[in-house]
């Protein structure tokens, strides 16, 4: 007995209830703890107007500094558990607004071309790409050890391709593929869907990731 589809079947259930509660979670953090934090950091500016004494006005600037970073760093969460722009504008929109903020958090430029017109996808295989660009661009954050990344769309007739590059330190793809269990779930979640996750990489040379996605 062929187990194969059951076994697709389960996982792909077990992610997408996954994700409706990645969804949630992100709903609640710019909507709730984001919003609130904002309200705080607005309060907190009336206040520092009002300080005179030197000392208390730099504390209260520095309090002000860290609200600011941490209202940066929910809206970077909240974007990495459910880009709120990916059912309304599309995987592009949704990738542009979600590098905006990888920029400013990780100091890392990203280059972003796309060529040929962009096609309507499902929202079962929007998410699972953007979870792929984004584990990669994560990786590249943690472990390449640069300041440039390029990702780039090609939308074909029968065929999504998306590649992305670093020219980073890069690594031994099979030792890595064993290790960082996010590399493993890249090529599973495209599997899932139909598609492919090609990773290729040489050490001091850097890594290029290439996704590819049938269009029906």
């Not at 979670?25 to 919003?35: K, P, S």
């Not at 670093?166 to 493993?184: I, P, Q, W, Y």
């Amino acid at each position: 007995m062929n187990t194969q589809p059951l076994k697709k079947n389960i996982s792909s259930y077990i992610i997408q209830t996954h994700e409706e509660e990645i969804k949630r979670i992100a709903m609640e953090l710019h909507e709730g703890v984001g919003q609130s934090l904002y309200s705080i950091f607005t309060g907190m500016q009336l206040i520092e107007k009002t300080i005179e004494q030197p000392a208390m006005k730099s504390y209260a600037g520095d309090m002000n500094q860290l609200l600011e970073k941490t209202i940066q760093e929910i809206r970077l969460l909240a974007v990495e558990l459910h880009p709120p722009t990916l059912t309304t504008l599309g995987l592009v929109s949704a990738m542009k607004s979600y590098i905006n903020l990888y920029t400013s958090t990780y100091g890392i430029e990203v280059e972003v071309e796309n060529l040929g017109a962009e096609s309507q996808i499902s929202d079962r295989d929007s998410i699972t790409l953007f979870r792929v660009c984004q584990e990669a661009l994560v990786n590249i954050a943690r472990y390449a050890d640069t300041t440039k990344a390029s990702i780039i769309f090609k939308w074909k007739k029968s065929r999504l391709l998306i590649m992305i590059k670093d020219s980073g330190k890069g690594f031994e793809v099979e030792t890595a593929m064993n290790k960082l269990s996010g590399l493993a779930a890249m090529s599973e979640r495209m599997h899932l869907i139909g598609g492919k996750c090609i990773i290729y990489s040489k050490l001091d040379e850097g890594t290029s990731i290439e996704i590819s996605l049938p269009l029906y």
